[in-house]
């Protein structure tokens, strides 16, 4: 996909949530335990898993990406 080869090449990234705006670094989730933690979370927030289930298809096989946040652009609030 075109975003993963971009966040390869320029991991800087910006996001909203709410009224605030945070700078980061965009990386693929490496690391077992962290992966895992993902795939639950995305899976209990977006399709309704639960611990006692398998995760689907799409959850055991999106890509991860994690966003490591940096500082807080204060101008937002």
Same mark, same amino acid.
């Given at each position: 996909?075109?975003?993963?080869?971009?966040? *390869? %090449?320029?991991?800087?990234?910006?996001?909203?949530?709410?009224?605030? +705006?945070?700078?980061?670094? =965009? $990386?693929?989730?490496?690391?077992?335990?962290?992966?895992?933690?993902?795939?639950? *979370? %995305?899976?209990?927030?977006?399709?309704?898993?639960?611990?006692?289930? +398998?995760?689907?298809?799409? =959850? $055991?096989?999106?890509?991860?990406?994690?966003?490591?946040?940096?500082?807080?652009?204060?101008?937002?609030?």
């Amino acid at each position: 996909s075109d975003w993963v080869r971009n966040l *390869r %090449v320029r991991p800087e990234v910006r996001m909203r949530i709410g009224k605030h +705006t945070f700078a980061g670094s =965009a $990386r693929l989730v490496q690391d077992e335990k962290e992966d895992l933690l993902a795939r639950t *979370r %995305v899976a209990e927030k977006y399709q309704e898993w639960n611990e006692d289930e +398998t995760l689907s298809e799409w =959850a $055991r096989t999106a890509l991860p990406v994690a966003i490591d946040i940096h500082w807080q652009d204060e101008a937002s609030t």
